[in-house]
């Protein structure tokens, strides 16, 4: 049985990872996120393990309301799980660039 994760960190880039392999479960999509980030199918599997990479991950699909929608629906998770991952990564990488809107 697995042990549960409780680190926010570690929840957050478990998240990124789920989002990665969502992003490239779909041709289409995963094109356009490797054109947009430079990065080559060959060195998609080692950039996963960079955790900078794992926030663009994140940035690529919450910047559309369908493809997070698609993605949360995908993982079982709610959209505003999704944003509070990426917003757990930012902070713990020191991305400043990234605020949720907050009502």
């Known amino acids: 049985m697995k042990k549960p994760v409780h680190?926010?960190?570690e929840v957050a880039e478990i998240v990124a990872i789920q989002a990665l392999s969502f992003v490239a479960s779909e041709p289409e999509r995963l094109g356009l996120f490797l054109a947009e980030t430079g990065v080559g199918p060959e060195t998609l599997r080692n950039a996963a393990s960079d955790p900078n990479?794992?926030?663009n991950v994140l940035d690529f699909v919450l910047r559309d309301d369908a493809t997070v929608k698609a993605?949360?629906?995908a993982s079982?998770?709610?959209p505003t799980n999704v944003a509070a991952a990426r917003q757990v990564l930012?902070?713990?990488l020191g991305d400043p660039s990234w605020e949720r809107d907050v009502p």
């Open 71 to 73: 993605f949360a629906s």
């Open 7 to 9: 680190n926010p960190r």
């Open 90 to 92: 930012g902070d713990a």
């Open 53 to 55: 990479f794992l926030l």
């Open 76 to 78: 079982e998770l709610h």
